[in-house]
């Protein structure tokens, strides 16, 4: 366990309204991601990021944008939330050992 | 593109039986392959990776360069391997990591 902690873990929510999900790390990985957990499809890449500022657009970006202003803390952004995008939400993290150390996830759902 | 498949959505064995989760993969270059697991109520974590050759669990992976597959087995299914399973892959550079859709084991008594 990296000390990976996702916060909400469980968020219900209207189409149209702004959703912020934090992911905070307390091992001083380098390397954060966001992915989303559907039936069928798996794990998706949202965004991930290789540093403090410098973050990268992964399979499913469209929709949501990421900043990480520290370290510890990698934050995914729903601009106008939709039907689409209820999801499970997983943040990992990586120091380029080949693991990816995952948190316990967050339910959002979009009415 | 990088892919992972994963053909079986659902694979139920009884205990004791042996079990085979497949895995291939679409990659250029030589990458990295993993399984990563997840129980009921628990967050995602790595099984095993080819590079390592360990036995995890009872569980072994091959890769299969001809083939392009990356296959779990165990000889013997215990009902505490009931869980969802993903195959994933990372690129040359280390850290695009694609997953496959998954695959639930049931283990049945």
């Known amino acids: 366990d990296a000390g990976i902690t996702q916060s909400p873990r469980h968020k219900v929510t209207e189409t149209g309204t702004p959703v912020t999900l934090r992911c905070h790390q307390t091992?001083?990985?380098?390397?954060m991601y966001w992915y989303r957990q559907d039936p069928g499809h798996g794990l998706r890449l949202i965004h991930y990021s290789y540093g403090v500022k410098d973050t990268d657009k992964g399979e499913v970006s469209d929709g949501y944008s990421v900043s990480r202003s520290k370290t510890e803390d990698f934050l995914l952004t729903l601009e106008s939330a939709t039907s689409s995008q209820t999801s499970v939400y997983f943040c990992a993290t990586n120091e380029n050992t080949g693991e990816l150390f995952f948190g316990e996830g967050s339910r959002l759902t979009v009415l | 593109a990088q892919r992972v498949t994963q053909p079986e959505k659902l694979l139920s064995v009884f205990k004791g039986a042996p079990v085979e989760l497949k895995c291939n993969y679409s990659y250029s270059g030589s990458p990295e392959l993993f399984w990563y697991v997840q129980y009921s109520r628990q967050r995602l974590q790595l099984l095993l990776r080819?590079?390592s050759r360990e036995s995890i669990k009872g569980f072994t992976a091959d890769l299969n360069k001809g083939e392009t597959s990356f296959h779990l087995k165990k000889p013997f299914a215990q009902e505490e391997d009931s869980a969802m399973y993903y195959c994933a892959g990372v690129d040359n550079y280390g850290q695009n990591f694609v997953f496959g859709p998954g695959t639930r084991l049931s283990v049945l008594p």
């Open positions: 091992e001083n990985h380098r390397y």
């Open positions: 080819h590079i």
